[in-house]
Every structure is written in structure tokens, then in C-alpha cells.
């Protein structure tokens, strides 16, 4: 069981910066991909960014790739997600899931691949 908590949201200017961490409970972190997700009101949730479990695999969305930047730090339990130069169209929740992969280096892209989720963390950027 994996309990994933998400912060950093909050409001920013077009062209800003925000980077958004996401906190793991338990052991075993390093045996998890972890992907970013958003969701923007009316519309369906969609891939960000994902992760693989040691970290030297990544991937990204078109929209976001160049501007955002996943990364990890396995001894602190944590997943981020770097994001420069936001635009309003990146108004939405972000979330953070994971997906135990054992020695797998893979890295997921849809959403029912991930098992556990996080509650999201608001992010609004304003032109």
C-alpha cells in the first residue's frame, strides 16, 4: 500500500515557474514508476509525465515536453515535477500515482496503469 501526497500547487503568472513535489509513505519506493497527471475542469484527466522506478527512463506529453521536468529522489520518497514557462492551458489538478514494477525500468502513460493516487494539488496560472 502506497499513500501519495501532493503539494506546491497555487497560483502563478504566465511565464512562471512552479515546481511540485509529491511525498510516498512506506518502504520500497524505489520498486514504483510514478507518473504526473492533470485534470482541468470539464475535461478528461491526461498524461503529463512519467518516471521509471531507478529514474534514467522518462516521458513526457508533446504539451509539456521542454517545459516540464520529472525527476525523483528514491531515499526521500519523493517525485517531482518541475514546471517552467506555464501558460493557462496548464490550468488544472496535478496528480501524482504509482505503480509497483519490481526490477521493471518501464514507464506508463495511461492512467490505468497506476494503482495508487494521490488527492491532487491545484494549479492556476493566470495571463
Known amino acids: 500500500q502506497v499513500q501519495l501526497v501532493e503539494s506546491g500547487g497555487g497560483l502563478v503568472q504566465a511565464g512562471g515557474s512552479l515546481r511540485l513535489p509529491c511525498v510516498a509513505s512506506?518502504?520500497?519506493?524505489?520498486?514504483?514508476?510514478m507518473g504526473w497527471f492533470r485534470q482541468a475542469p470539464g475535461k478528461e484527466r491526461e498524461f503529463v509525465a512519467a518516471i521509471s522506478r531507478s529514474g534514467t527512463t522518462t516521458d513526457y506529453a508533446g504539451s509539456v515536453k521542454g517545459r516540464f521536468t520529472i525527476s525523483r529522489d528514491n531515499a526521500k520518497n519523493t517525485v517531482y515535477l518541475q514546471m517552467n514557462s506555464l501558460s493557462p492551458e496548464d490550468t488544472a489538478k496535478y496528480y501524482c500515482?504509482?505503480?509497483?514494477?519490481?526490477?521493471?525500468?518501464?514507464?506508463?502513460?495511461?492512467?490505468?496503469?497506476?494503482?495508487?493516487w494521490g488527492q491532487g494539488t491545484q494549479v492556476t496560472v493566470s495571463s
Open positions: 500515482a504509482a505503480r509497483f514494477t519490481g526490477y521493471s525500468t518501464t514507464v506508463y502513460s495511461r492512467s490505468s496503469d497506476y494503482n495508487y
Open positions: 512506506g518502504r520500497s519506493f524505489s520498486t514504483y514508476a
